[in-house]
């Protein structure tokens, strides 16, 4: 009886396994929001890893977190690096490129808790009602992520705290959150 359940159990671990195989190899989690300000407005919180910490969520959300800034204050080469012993480990990002009112991409590391990278990419476009910003992470995804992300909703967690930093960010260049 115990290797028919052995057995069984193999089975399953074996089919979640090849079904997470199956599974794009890259996670992308999205967030936009249209604010009022201008492109011109908007860019300098971006393009600072100083500055887009005064409105991304990640500071308040683990009170443990050390933070330290170097290379250029704004632009390509602006650096953050973080350590904790709280939520957010050890890691840092690096802006690698910038077109001013219109995108900034940061390359994220973490080394803690676990090893991996990601892409973040933040773009400006002009409508009639302001300025829509789009925030959007990309990660590659192994099969050990693969399999995690059957069991929870990386969207879901990840997109909530887009959505607090889009609207703390809100807060400072409109003075609303509407």
Do not use: H
């Not at 693969?146 to 807060?171: P, R, S």
């Amino acid at each position: 009886m115990l290797k028919k359940i052995l057995l069984a159990l193999a089975l399953i671990v074996v089919g979640v396994l090849i079904y997470a195989s199956t599974r794009p190899n890259e996670l992308q989690v999205s967030r936009e929001i249209v604010l009022k300000a201008g492109p011109e407005v908007i860019f300098p919180y971006l393009n600072s890893s100083q500055k887009s910490n005064e409105w991304m969520p990640w500071v308040s959300m683990d009170p443990a977190l050390k933070m330290s800034y170097n290379g250029p204050a704004e632009g390509v080469g602006s650096q953050a690096s973080w350590e904790s012993t709280g939520d957010m480990g050890i890691g840092k990002s690096e802006i690698v490129e910038s077109i001013p009112n219109r995108l900034v991409k940061t390359q994220l590391t973490y080394l803690k808790p676990m090893e991996m990278s990601q892409v973040s990419i933040m773009e400006l476009e002009p409508i009639a009602e302001g300025t829509r910003v789009s925030w959007k992470v990309v990660m590659p995804q192994n099969l050990l992520a693969k399999t995690a992300c059957l069991f929870m909703d990386m969207d879901k967690m990840i997109g909530t705290n887009f959505e607090q930093g889009l609207q703390k960010l809100q807060t400072m260049v409109d003075g609303s959150n509407t």
